[in-house]
């Protein structure tokens, strides 16, 4: 065990990242498979996954996703196939530049005593029921959360239907 352990260290970190990306994308799979849930959501190429409220109210679906820090012109919701997705960026600052006496612009070294703050891209998708209206969804985005409403539409008057059986 130690030896592969050494191996993979030995090749460098951005190896042993990628393994432990490829061994998650694999439980995550086979938890899919087994619950039946989707779950690819968890593992992407994001940098980021930010938290998300999913609510059944009365007459709309509302999704709230806590994105402090994140300019929304960086943020992009699609909606295909039953799913809807939000994706986008979160930027940090950039560093500040300073000039020295003799005119010429130099960057700032910055030395964090903690960094907890994640930067980077995003992505979360959502599995929708076929009775909603798309075409009348609404988006806002205040206090750092993004506030998405999904009308329902009225289901179809008997859910049931019979299948008529040729023989």
Excluded at 42 to 61: G, R, W
Excluded at 95 to 120: L, N
Excluded at 153 to 159: G, I, N, Q, V
């Amino acid at each position: 065990m130690q030896k592969n352990i050494d191996y993979l260290f030995s090749r460098g970190p951005m190896v042993v990242l990628d393994n432990i990306s490829k061994i998650q994308n694999k439980v995550v799979q086979i938890l899919d498979d087994t619950l039946n849930i989707d779950l690819s959501g968890m593992c992407s190429d994001a940098d980021i996954i930010p938290d998300a409220d999913f609510c059944d109210k009365d007459k709309k679906f509302v999704i709230d996703i806590d994105l402090p820090g994140v300019d929304i012109k960086d943020v992009e919701i699609t909606y295909h196939a039953d799913k809807l997705t939000v994706k986008g960026s979160r930027k940090g600052a950039e560093p500040a530049a300073k000039t020295d006496t003799e005119g010429e612009s130099d960057i700032s070294e910055e030395k964090y005593i903690c960094q907890e703050i994640s930067y980077g891209t995003f992505e979360r998708s959502f599995d929708l029921p076929a009775e909603i209206d798309e075409t009348h969804a609404k988006a806002t985005y205040k206090n750092g959360v993004l506030s998405i409403a999904i009308p329902k539409t009225k289901p179809s008057e008997s859910k049931l239907k019979k299948i008529k059986i040729e023989a």
